[in-house]
């Protein structure tokens, strides 16, 4: 049961920014990518920034993790823990396809 709470928070994370793009008239394409966090790869989704406008960007890249951590507090302490976790360690692990980057 512990692992499946492990695996909440990306897929909450994914579906946020889904849905924000959705409510934009955008639909994001997923496509599985390894990112690094020095010699250990880390599994991730990526997704192609929609044609919107910059406001637009910076909303759908952040509801990633605003979707993401809204739960902690809701969440058994396995979900809280890896959300984050990935909160943390995100910056140094993401690359070129970091969220981080959309909300400049």
Same mark, same amino acid.
Do not use: C, Q
């Given at each position: 049961m512990v692992m499946l709470w492990a *695996? =909440?928070?990306p897929i909450v994370h994914e $579906? +946020?920014?889904y849905v924000a793009a959705l =409510? !934009? +008239?955008s639909r994001l394409h997923f496509e599985f990518s390894w +990112?690094? *966090?020095g010699p250990v790869k880390i599994p991730? %989704?990526? %997704?192609a920034w929609p044609d919107v406008t910059p406001e637009r960007l910076r909303i759908i890249c952040q509801a990633g993790f605003v979707a993401e951590l809204a739960l902690v507090p809701v969440l058994p302490w396995?979900? =809280?823990v890896v959300a984050l976790a990935h !909160? =943390? $360690?995100y910056p140094w692990y993401a690359g070129d396809h970091s969220d981080f980057r959309g909300m400049i």
């Open positions: *695996l =909440a928070p $579906l +946020g920014h =409510a !934009f +008239g +990112g690094k *966090l991730r %989704w990526t %997704w396995p979900y =809280a !909160f =943390a $360690l």
